[in-house]
């Protein structure tokens, strides 16, 4: 991913990151149906969370979806 197309994409919210992603490596679907497809299921909703995909602190440099 470009230095500058991943700066955009982290100071977006998760959906945005999630098809930046993987339209990086999802070729068998249109890019439409591909950031439909992560904005319904990137969601408060979905994940249970309202940080989407939380992260856990084991210990210092060390984090754990979830």
């Known amino acids: ?13 998760n959906p945005l990151l999630a098809f930046e992603i993987l339209s990086l490596y ?7 149906d591909l950031k439909a497809i ?3 299921t990137y969601t408060p909703a979905i994940s249970r969370s309202p940080d989407i995909a939380p992260l856990r602190k084991l210990e210092t440099g060390f984090y754990l979806q979830g």
């Not at 999802?26 to 439409?32: E, G, N, Y």
Request: one cysteine or more; proline letters at 9%.
């Open 38 to 40: 992560c904005e319904k």
């Open 26 to 32: 999802v070729d068998d679907i249109p890019p439409a």
């Open 1 to 13: 991913m470009a230095g500058s197309t991943f700066l955009r994409a982290t100071r977006a919210w």
